[in-house]
């Protein structure tokens, strides 16, 4: 995939996931670190007044004044323990009943914290310490069941969770929107190259961020360049077809006057010359004003000038009072220069004329490719014929009257927009049946 | 029948105008669009040969002013200018014919009487009236019988277009506008003369006299 597009959103999408997973780790670990320290900060104040409600008699026995112990302690399974160990002595908190924490045997000065199954399944939060008394070694543990602060703390994180998903989704969807309103002057901009293409446009014209504003105005400075270039050629072979012409009648005027009546040869000759000369100057000059594949400059209207193209034909050839039915079926704009179609079916349907007795048809297919067919019911071209006309591109055949020149011109057209030309039997009309395909 | 050629080389135009002049027609110049549209509305000629390519206005222009004025001058494009959207645009501007550069002067001659016959509602081919044929290329007439009558150019021009024109009244003023061209000394008195001579080839009845408003083509219609 090559959209700047897509490439900016999945980039933008996997940065703020990233993001959003990363502060959503770091911030429930400081939540649990947070509480876990309030906790331990609670168990180390709670063991300093334990110690200082151990008494040592002379026997070095170990008693507990209880009226030191905070009463919580004294509740059974409160959810608040202790628990003194020495060589000689066990003693654990009311609260503690009959059960027992597995303590670790600790000299003095360390200290460990860590957590612990207790009593009714609790989840302890231990702390254990050992010190020295009157030359004996004790470790104290105090716990605290840590549920209630678990429990306060998944709902802290299913609050956190639940927020940091909707704003991470709020953001891709202010991302996508952001891209979107961004990006519309692109797809404005292929919309209209696609119209420029089909011809409904002769130049860009788009609310255009700086950043392609150089690229729209070169783009709408060449338009302006082709189409002026393509007047311009077109004029100036006009004015020369123009200039070359009438010299050329002038002279065959010449020729055919009283100076040379007597002179036979020189006259043929000089026909046959001048003839030669029309035919190419007609074909190189015709071939010349074919604009050929590219933007349109003006967009042939089916609909509109096939008839009118038919009504100029069978003006033509009004002594021959030919039926031309015509049918479209698709689009009624086809995307190709105006003058262009006007020279491929103006030639088609001139021969379809010179050779049909009455009837002629000319149909269109403008769906997703363009097709062009012309029959009609005149002798048509046996097949070696066809074969031989599509093959040698007509030159042979460009000297004789006929399905002469008006091809050969059809075909150069043709391959300038890279289209294809078909002779076939008409299986209706039983003439000729041309037919013309455009991508 | 009197032409207006339009066309500003002079060299096609000196040959032209012969051509057309010995196929019995009376031709006019105009060498510019302004021109040609001032002509083109006096209603004293038969048709107009067109040039597209003119000094001073168009002759798509020129054509398209005519018809917007509901002049009906029938038309013959001649024209260098062969691409077929300009033979479209030529017939929509409100052309009767087109004919492209370099061309042969049988086949302008040919397309110039097809049309006058055309707008004239006679049929293609040979003019054929009442009895009588006119051969235009030969310049001579046939009778039912097959009898073929010489003419001479004057006795052709009238009879063309008496031929074209039958069952009418047509004045000697007219019969003159279409036959002289503007260069031509005009005398109407030499209608007369003209006519008997075509009475004494093709019979009294053929031609009538209407007093005082011109003559009628009646042929051997009995």
């Not at chain 1, 020369?240 to 020729?255: D, E, F, M, R, S």
């Not at chain 1, 096939?306 to 009504?311: H, T, W």
């Not at chain 1, 349907?349 to 769906?367: G, M, P, T, Y």
């Not at chain 2, 549209?37 to 040969?49: M, P, R, S, T």
Request: aromatic share 8%.
């Amino acid at each position: 995939m090559n959209s700047i597009q897509v490439r900016l959103s999945i980039g933008l999408f996997i940065s703020l996931v990233l993001a959003f997973s990363y502060l959503w780790l770091s911030t429930n670990d400081s939540i649990r670190a947070l509480s876990e320290g309030y906790v331990v900060q609670h168990l180390k104040h709670d063991a300093e007044s334990i110690l200082n409600a151990m008494n040592l008699d002379e026997t070095n026995r170990l008693s507990l004044n209880l009226k030191q112990v905070e009463p919580v302690y004294l509740r059974p399974f409160s959810g608040q323990y202790y628990q003194i160990v020495a060589k000689n002595t066990f003693i654990r908190s009311r609260s503690l009943w009959d059960q027992e924490l597995l303590i670790p045997y600790l000299t003095a000065g360390e200290q460990k914290i860590f957590s612990l199954m207790g009593p009714e399944k609790q989840p302890l939060l231990v702390i254990a310490s050992g010190f020295y008394k009157q030359g004996l070694t004790y470790t104290i543990a105090v716990a605290e069941d840590v549920s209630p602060s678990l429990e306060s703390e998944q709902a802290f994180r299913n609050h956190y969770s639940y927020s940091v998903g909707v704003l991470l989704v709020l953001l891709l969807a202010c991302q996508i929107l952001i891209l979107r309103f961004s990006f519309r002057p692109f797809e404005q901009i292929q919309k209209q190259i696609k119209k420029l293409r089909q011809g409904e446009l002769r130049q860009m014209e788009v609310q255009i961020p700086d950043e392609v504003l150089d690229l729209v105005d070169e783009i709408n400075h060449l338009l302006r360049v082709i189409e002026s270039r393509l007047k311009r050629s077109r004029n100036a072979l006009g004015d020369l077809a123009h200039a070359l012409k009438i010299p050329l009648t002038v002279i065959q005027q010449l020729i055919q006057g009283d100076a040379l009546k007597d002179q036979l040869e020189l006259r043929t000759s000089l026909l046959k010359q001048t003839t030669n000369m029309h035919g190419i100057m007609q074909r190189v000059l015709k071939q010349a004003r074919f604009s050929g594949e590219g933007v349109v400059n003006s967009t042939f209207n089916a609909r509109k000038e096939v008839p009118e193209l038919i009504a100029v034909l069978q003006n033509m050839y009004r002594h021959k009072n030919i039926s031309i039915r015509f049918s479209l079926t698709g689009q009624e704009m086809i995307a190709i220069d105006r003058e262009d179609m006007m020279e491929l079916l103006g030639n088609l349907l001139e021969n379809a004329c010179k050779w049909a007795n009455a009837d002629i048809i000319i149909s269109i297919n403008n769906n997703q490719a363009l097709q062009i067919v012309i029959e009609d019911d005149g002798p048509g071209v046996s097949k070696q014929n066809r074969l031989k006309l599509i093959k040698r591109g007509m030159r042979l055949d460009e000297m004789n009257e006929g399905h002469g020149l008006g091809l050969s011109i059809v075909q150069y057209m043709i391959e300038q927009y890279g289209g294809q030309l078909k002779l076939d039997h008409s299986s209706q009309l039983g003439g000729l049946l041309v037919e013309v395909n455009f991508k | 029948m009197r032409l207006l050629l339009i066309e500003d080389d002079t060299d096609l135009v000196r040959l032209l105008k012969k051509d057309l002049e010995k196929a019995g027609f009376a031709v006019d110049i105009a060498s510019d669009g302004i021109e040609a549209e001032f002509l083109g509305f006096e209603g004293i000629y038969d048709c107009a040969i067109l040039d597209l390519g003119l000094p001073l206005r168009s002759g798509l222009e020129v054509l398209k002013n005519w018809r917007a004025k509901e002049n009906t001058l029938p038309v013959l494009i001649l024209t260098a200018r062969d691409a077929w959207y300009e033979k479209v645009d030529g017939f929509k501007a409100g052309a009767d014919d087109y004919l492209a550069k370099p061309f042969y002067s049988e086949e302008l001659l040919l397309r110039i009487q097809a049309l006058l016959h055309r707008v004239n509602q006679h049929s293609a081919g040979l003019l054929q009236v009442a009895g009588f044929s006119l051969d235009e290329e030969m310049q001579t007439v046939a009778t039912a019988n097959h009898k073929k009558i010489e003419l001479t150019g004057i006795e052709f021009k009238l009879l063309r277009y008496l031929l074209l024109h039958p069952e009418k009244i047509i004045s000697k003023a007219t019969l003159t506008e279409h036959i002289y061209d503007a260069d031509s000394d005009k005398d109407s008195n030499v209608i007369e003369v003209y006519i008997r001579h075509l009475r004494r080839k093709l019979g009294n009845s053929v031609i009538e006299t209407r007093r005082g408003q011109g003559y009628v083509f009646k042929g051997n219609s009995v």
